[in-house]
């Protein structure tokens, strides 16, 4: 079964079009590198909770909006030489490519798929 890396991220909800401009080029980079897909989604019903949420997970604040993002990977393996490749690209430099939202909230992780339909 594939693997995905997920990504939850607060990108401030005026920089929208800079957040779209970054993932679209950080998505071509992954594709090349061997992702299958890459999906970036702009929060829209993104409730706070009492205990736990998207929104106390990367402490988003009144002036941002919460990303949740995924990459399909055929397999961990390929995902792994695949992320030394992005890593290295240099579209993925800060200063041609800058992140439009603080990094050190982005909460992101490996999954293998164990049920898919």
Not at 40 to 54: A, H, I, L, M
């Amino acid at each position: 079964m594939d693997y995905v890396d997920g990504f939850v991220a607060a990108v401030p909800t005026d920089k929208k079009q800079d957040y779209i401009k970054h993932a679209t080029l950080t998505a071509q980079c992954f594709k090349e590198c061997g992702a299958l897909k890459v999906i970036e989604c702009w929060g829209d019903d993104v409730p706070e909770g009492k205990s736990t949420s998207f929104i106390k997970a990367v402490q988003c604040q009144a002036d941002e909006t919460v990303v949740f993002s995924w990459i399909v990977w055929p397999s961990r393996e390929i995902r792994n030489i695949g992320m030394k490749k992005v890593m290295n690209d240099p579209r993925m430099n800060s200063d041609t490519n800058p992140m439009p939202f603080d990094g050190s909230r982005l909460i992101f992780g490996g999954f293998n798929v164990i049920v898919e339909n």
